[in-house]
């Protein structure tokens, strides 16, 4: 059996997730805190599976590193996943109304730094 490239398998990831995150917003009704998590934790997955192949394409085009290179795959998915943790983040602070303009700026900080 041929071993498929991780770029293919992220994007295939990246689609069921989007269908499932679909399915969960048409037929699980927000009422309780147990479906508000879960709706944030498949939105986090989504985001994820779909920066992460966004990033190997961007960091393979304009990082020119062996280092890099060698281990660009887990920098693509710390880099999605942190980009995903930041969208996230945010939406928990919107829907306890504990958000504010300068969390977004400390957010981007604690994800770029």
């Known amino acids: 059996m041929a071993r498929r490239h991780p770029i293919?398998?992220?994007?295939?990831?990246?689609?069921?997730?989007?269908?499932g995150l679909g399915l969960f917003g048409k037929f699980v009704?927000?009422?309780?805190?147990?479906?508000?998590?879960l709706?944030?934790?498949?939105?986090f997955i989504t985001l994820a599976?779909?920066?992460?192949?966004?990033?190997?394409?961007?960091g393979r085009r304009?990082?020119?590193?062996?280092?890099?290179?060698?281990?660009a795959w887990r920098h693509a998915l710390r880099?999605?996943?942190?980009?995903?943790?930041?969208v996230v983040a945010n939406l928990v602070l919107k829907a306890l109304d504990a958000w504010f303009w300068a969390d977004i700026i400390l957010i981007v900080l604690a994800v770029v730094a």
């Open 62 to 71: 304009f990082v020119r590193s062996k280092w890099y290179a060698q281990d």
């Open 49 to 58: 599976a779909t920066f992460t192949p966004i990033a190997l394409l961007i």
């Open 39 to 43: 709706f944030l934790l498949f939105v």
């Open 29 to 37: 009704a927000p009422a309780g805190a147990l479906a508000r998590i």
């Open 8 to 19: 293919v398998i992220m994007v295939g990831v990246a689609l069921v997730a989007w269908i």
């Open 79 to 86: 880099q999605g996943a942190l980009a995903a943790l930041a």
